[in-house]
């Protein structure tokens, strides 16, 4: 029995070998399934929203809410405590008995949903709020002649959340499925979907579109080569400020087999790994498997920099002779230490070169003065004045933060136009969130930050939420929600209330329900980042509380805030 026994295991690891092996000639050896998310159904339109959860579309489940006819519902999986994905579970809050697609998320709580057109909403796109486990339905997406003329749909925002990518069957497709863009007008109104043209889209399908976080990359699926296989994975770049013309696709390293290939997608955080779906081991039906990510470095030209003009110039006065800057008409060159800009011939018009600036007649610039040497803020305590430890972070508009090491590194940083917001810290101490004209105005000068002490309010001066409603209006709420949700985790001790307040304009009741909500909204957002629901009690009291005059509009704006209180 036992001989038997280990007979069989043998022949069982023999199966496992051989199968590795196959699996790495099909897909190379840098592959590896998500075995705890794939299922006999068809997985496809991967992403991730702002908490690392991963959200997709899971088609002919039958759990689906219209059974296993169902195109699509929305499922998700997160990460357990050892790193491994969860077994997914359907959100019946954002699914429908027809075709359902998370594009992505505006900020942590709001997602951006497709649906098809059953159970009462609309073909397009549409609104939803999270709170706790549960989604509640906002509102449907304005978006000029937005109409899908087919059955698929896929789609994905970009990372500032202002550009939605797509893919469907609509006004001025070049075949059957085409890729189109739409902009960002406000909260609830998008452009009409823009065709990206013919460079990338096709008389075939082009599906699961994706763009690089720095907008120049499009990722994408199509099956335009007619060779007998499905749709592999392309990417093209952008080649101008428009979003029509893109240079010809080539396929992504290391996708693509006799199978298809779609809905790539880059892993956040930083192992540099993307996502995508394939049906080569599946019978049809989409898989996920992890990859390297391959970056693509975008179509800009780089400045040179000459550190003397050559003497080749003056003896022998060719155009090769300088160096030609393709999309740019000035090349940098140093002159006895002295940076100048002077003109050069383009790659276009590089043989028509009939004059050469002669060294001579080149001017120095003066010298510059050397910079001031900058004064450093006093960091102190507001009720006893004293110095206190602290940390400052910088941050740019799309979330990414990074500590100083010191406030010399921070006047050095500060030049650099992509950091926008600054957060000064202390453990046991409220944060203070300073864009940098708030900052450099306090050189020299003090900053004094609260003990988070019982009975310490303040006002969250910098999360603003879209009139009459408890949407958030920019990505510096969610920074400085994000400061906050630091605060509770550095401080696990302490305990706050939020209270919303409104000016008294319209119905009390209304103000009263909205201060609640938006109280509501902001302890939604510190609970899904890892903040106990109890240590977050809220309040609404609606116009009941002014704190400045009603009977202006300067007053009304003040009246219109949340306040954070630390308790017992």
């Known amino acids: 029995m036992k001989l038997k026994s280990n007979c069989i295991l043998s022949k069982a690891s023999g199966f496992f070998l051989l199968a590795f092996f196959l699996f790495s000639a099909v897909f190379g050896q840098e592959i590896s399934p998500i075995k705890p998310l794939n299922s006999p159904y068809d997985e496809q339109n991967p992403v991730f929203s702002p908490n ?4 997709f579309t899971i088609g002919f489940h039958p759990e689906n809410a219209g059974g296993p006819t169902d195109f699509g519902d929305i499922w998700y999986s997160k990460l357990d405590g050892n790193g491994d994905w969860q077994a997914p579970q359907r959100v019946p809050d954002l699914s429908t008995t027809g075709n359902d697609v998370l594009v992505g998320f505006s900020d942590a709580l709001t997602a951006m949903v497709y649906h098809s057109g059953q159970n009462g909403k609309r ?4 609104q939803y709020s999270r709170f706790g486990n549960s989604w509640n339905y906002l509102r449907p997406v304005e978006m000029g002649n937005f109409k899908n003329n087919g059955t698929y749909f896929s789609g994905r925002l970009s990372s500032d959340g202002n550009i939605m990518i797509m893919s469907m069957a609509s006004f001025g497709s070049f075949g059957n499925e085409d890729i189109y863009v739409s902009f960002k007008q406000s909260n ?3 452009s009409s979907p823009l065709n990206l043209g013919s460079q990338v889209n096709t008389f075939a399908q082009e599906h699961s579109p994706y763009l690089s976080d720095d907008l120049q990359t499009l990722y994408f699926s199509s099956n335009y080569m007619e060779n007998r296989r499905g749709k592999d994975i392309y990417f093209s770049q952008r080649t101008s400020s428009s979003w029509e013309k893109w240079t010809a696709p080539s396929p992504v390293e290391n996708t693509n087999t006799q199978g298809s290939e779609m809905g790539y997608v880059k892993i956040p955080g930083g192992e540099n790994n993307a996502v995508f779906t394939s049906t080569k081991n599946s019978e049809g039906f989409g898989d996920f498997f992890v990859v390297k990510y391959q970056t693509i470095e975008p179509l800009l030209a780089k400045e040179e920099v000459i550190t003397k003009l050559p003497i080749a110039v003056e003896s022998q006065p060719k155009a090769e002779s300088f160096v030609a800057l393709e999309k740019s008409d000035t090349l940098l060159v140093e002159k006895d230490s002295s940076q100048l800009i002077i003109p050069i011939v383009t790659a276009d018009s590089v043989n028509s070169v009939t004059e050469i600036i002669p060294e001579e007649k080149l001017v120095d610039n003066p010298v510059l003065p050397s910079k001031k040497k900058r004064e450093d803020i006093f960091i102190l305590d507001a009720l006893t004045k004293n110095p206190i430890a602290y940390k400052i972070e910088i941050g740019n508009d799309r979330g990414v933060k990074k500590e100083v090491s010191s406030q010399e590194q921070l006047w050095v940083e500060i030049e650099e136009p992509q950091w926008v ?6 453990k046991g101490y409220i944060p203070k969130l300073l864009d940098k004209s708030s900052l450099m105005e306090l050189e020299g000068k003090e900053i004094l930050l609260k003990p988070a002490v019982a009975g310490t309010a303040i006002i969250l001066e910098n999360i603003q939420f879209n009139r009459g409603t408890s949407d958030f209006a920019d ?11 630091l605060f509770l985790k550095e401080n696990p001790e302490i305990k706050i209330r939020l209270e919303g307040h409104t000016d008294n304009a319209g119905d009390p009741s209304l103000n009263k329900d909205l201060s609640m909500k938006r109280a509501s909204k902001i302890r939604g957002y510190l609970t899904i980042n890892g903040i106990e629901f109890e240590r977050v009690r809220i309040s609404g009291w609606g116009g009941t509380r002014p704190i400045a005059d009603n009977n202006t509009e300067e007053g009304r704006t003040i009246n219109r805030r949340v306040e954070l209180l630390i308790e017992n």
Do not use: P
């Open 52 to 55: 690392g959860e991963l959200f």
């Open 475 to 485: 990505s510096r709420s969610i920074q400085v929600l994000d400061d906050f949700v």
């Open 123 to 126: 073909q397009g796109i549409h």
């Open 188 to 190: 609830d109104v998008w």
């Open 421 to 426: 917001n600054f957060t000064i810290s202390s």
